[in-house]
């Protein structure tokens, strides 16, 4: 069985930095992700990361501001938000994939998600 217990939220104001954690236990996971979903929005991607970090990717809006890294020893998975913006408060999830799943953005493929960390961005 696979956790995923997710960290960092909190409330900063526009402009400011947050760096999110998320702690997986269980097996081993390859590809993960970070998604969000803000009050009375479909949950979105927010970027990707591939089992070696050697591969990333990013939603438009949040490209140059945010940043994906793991530390497998760890097991953890990071997002670095800076710059942020009021847009960008929602309740962050991570999620993760077995070893050897297709490396995807979209949310219907993965299999494990935390339960998510609220980000609060003030104007």
Do not use: H
Not at 43 to 48: G, L, Q, S
Not at 60 to 84: E, Q, W
């Amino acid at each position: 069985q696979v956790q995923l217990v997710e960290s960092g939220g909190g409330l900063v104001q526009a402009g400011g930095s947050l760096t999110l954690s998320c702690v997986a236990s269980g097996r081993t996971l390859g590809t993960m992700a970070w998604f969000r979903q803000a009050p009375g929005k479909e949950r979105e991607f927010v970027a990707v990361i591939t089992w070696t970090g050697s591969r990333t990717d990013y939603a438009d809006s949040v490209k140059g501001r945010f940043t994906i890294s793991r530390d497998n020893a760890k097991r953890t998975l990071r997002l670095v938000m800076n710059s942020l913006k009021p847009d960008d408060t929602a309740l962050y999830y991570c999620a993760g994939n077995v070893v050897g799943a297709a490396w995807t953005t979209a949310q219907s493929q993965y299999s494990y998600w935390g339960q998510g960390t609220q980000v609060t961005v003030s104007s």
